[in-house]
């Protein structure tokens, strides 16, 4: 640390804060202004997208999937929307709720992808041509110009621009003999990237193409300061807590979740249970009540947690083994409750630290997206909401939840016990035809060789996801089109959930409408079969052929698989036929 601070000190007597020729005008408005309440609900300001594909080839027309990506003020930052194609090759998106300049990307799988800003209206238009693999994308609409402009300067000096973009967008968990130098790295490239926007000179809109470069760099500052507090009160630092987001996007709302963690966990580690060790003699009086065996793995559970570092994984895993039994013991709560402690944390913890405007932001993106959680996080900020923006927002929000609640509370009022197949009668089947099972009584191994049992001749394809994955919940619609594309098929979807609660998971089957086989594994079985199947990261799929047989690398993305491979991997696996019998 003593080298870290002159170095810290030099770095920003020799480079000053930057100024920007591109600032926002008087009339845009900041995410954290007043504002935004009557913007925010004015039907004027509702959104449109609209779209069209020209000259789409038909053998591509099953291929191609649009999913819209657009930014949300709760712990997903960013949300995968579905957009159907019609059958004369035109899309439509629409927002109801108003914000000034919106940030998104629309990706044409398996073809190209497309960032767009909004603030009315845009049409994208692709056109395919003769022995063309990638289609020309254009623009129209009030905000073609805009976007014009945005796509002409992200293609400006293109290999320069990545090399600059990367250390922006890749600094994470900076050790602390780095960080230093990881920053001045991240101020040197922002000030390169403004030089290089100003040599662009864009005639209209160069505010907003800033904020796009000012959003990126302020995150990478956050991710450069976090935990090393011989930078905190460094100019540039002061520059970042002090900025005001101006588009709503997934980098705006990550720049309130890195502001918070920043506060919350100064220099500390980032507990599992935020308050444990304020309330450590409470869990030592449940586990003294519980039993010396619960005494040691609590004690045991503290340590790993005080010395815990982000790279080890077999402390990790073991950390999960022990809190899964210490809820098994009720000496510490579930962790729903424990999600109930960290919003009564950032209430004790960041008042004072922040402005109201920036604080009320801080708190939303905070929310978890699961219906129970957010209506009970809802419940506990809304009386400090003072901005009527904020609370409109929660109030929206809040609407959606419950309505999002009452369909999953039918949904799982109205499932039946099951018997059906080799995992036992314990399984729970949903109207949408999924089949729900918890079987830790068994190895992982034997969890694959009951589902191998239970439908004979037939093909799985193992989806190994959980709720808290973006990435799994991204595939997840692709996943259950081509589930029903191919359901004549001898295919059985095995959905395995891995490092959930019942309830969230439940709540994700219902509100992904998912048919199948899911099985919600313990910490043990996951591991185990992480190990059998190469799972390296979520979502990761896995296929055993009708003779039982597991091939890897199979499938790399539902999204990008279509209904006629899957029938091809069903027909191939199968054994040649015999000869005819002599007569």
Request: glycine fraction near 6%; proline fraction near 7%.
């Amino acid at each position: 640390m003593k080298t870290l601070l002159p170095l810290a000190l030099a770095l920003f007597i020799v480079r000053p804060l930057f100024a920007t020729d591109f600032s926002p005008p008087p009339e845009a408005i900041p995410l954290e202004d007043e504002r935004m309440a009557d913007y925010f609900v004015n039907p004027a300001h509702s959104a449109i997208v609209t779209g069209s594909i020209k000259n789409l080839p038909a053998e591509a027309k099953s291929k191609l999937a649009i999913t819209c990506y657009v930014g949300v003020l709760d712990e997903r930052a960013q949300i995968p929307i579905n957009v159907p194609l019609a059958a004369d090759g035109s899309f439509r998106v629409e927002f109801a709720e108003g914000f000034p300049v919106r940030e998104m990307f629309f990706r044409f799988d398996p073809f190209v992808s497309v960032a767009v800003l909004l603030t009315k209206d845009l049409h994208i238009e692709l056109g395919f041509g003769r022995g063309r693999r990638t289609p020309q994308v254009a623009f129209s609409g009030a905000d073609g110009e805009l976007n014009r402009i945005a796509a002409g300067f992200d293609s400006y000096e293109r290999k320069r621009q990545d090399e600059l973009w990367r250390p922006l967008r890749g600094t994470r968990n900076v050790p602390a003999a780095d960080a230093a130098a990881a920053l001045a790295k991240v101020v040197e490239n922002k000030r390169a990237l403004d030089q290089m926007l100003q040599a662009y000179a864009p005639a209209r809109y160069g505010w907003i193409l800033q904020q796009r470069i000012d959003e990126v760099y302020h995150n990478a500052v956050l991710s450069c300061t976090f935990g090393h507090k011989a930078l905190k009160d460094s100019p540039v630092v002061a520059e970042t807590m002090a900025y005001r987001p101006y588009l709503y996007s997934r980098d705006a709302v990550n720049f309130y979740v890195f502001l918070m963690r920043n506060i919350l966990f100064d220099g500390a580690t980032v507990l599992l249970l935020p308050s444990f060790s304020d309330e450590l003699p409470e869990y030592e009086k449940r586990a003294l009540a519980a039993g010396p065996e619960a005494v040691a793995l609590l004690h045991e559970y503290a340590l790993l947690l005080k010395e815990r570092k982000s790279t080890d994984k077999t402390g990790s895993d073991r950390l999960k083994e022990l809190r899964n039994q210490l809820e098994v013991a009720r000496v510490l709560e579930l962790r729903s409750d424990g999600a109930a402690q960290m919003h009564g944390l950032k209430l004790k913890q960041l008042p004072g630290k922040l402005p109201d405007a920036k604080l009320n932001l801080v708190l939303l993106t905070g929310v978890n997206a699961a219906p129970t959680e957010a209506l009970a996080a809802y419940a506990l900020f809304e009386p400090r909401f003072g901005q009527r923006w904020p609370w409109q927002y929660l109030d929206s929000a809040r609407r959606k939840a419950m309505q999002e609640q009452v369909s999953v509370t039918v949904a799982l009022a109205r499932a039946s016990q099951t018997t059906e197949g080799a995992l036992g009668d314990a399984g729970v089947k949903l109207e949408s035809g999924a089949r729900l099972y918890q079987r830790p009584d068994l190895s992982g191994e034997a969890v694959i060789a009951a589902i191998k049992t239970t439908y004979p001749g037939k093909a799985l394809l193992l989806d190994f996801w959980g709720p808290w994955c973006a990435p799994c919940m991204d595939d997840m619609p692709s996943s259950k089109t081509l589930h029903e594309a191919v359901a004549d098929a001898p295919i059985e979807f095995v959905y395995l959930c891995s490092q959930s609660d019942e309830v969230k998971w439940k709540e994700a089957i219902v509100r992904l409408g998912l048919s199948g086989t899911h099985v919600l594994l313990t910490d043990k079985q996951n591991s185990e079969l992480g190990a059998l199947f190469q799972v390296s990261g979520y979502p990761t799929y896995a296929w055993i052929d009708r003779q039982g047989t597991f091939h890897p690398g199979t499938i790399e993305r539902m999204r990008t698989t279509t209904p006629a491979q899957l029938r091809q991997l069903v027909t191939s696996d199968l054994p040649p036929l015999p000869p005819p019998a002599k007569p």
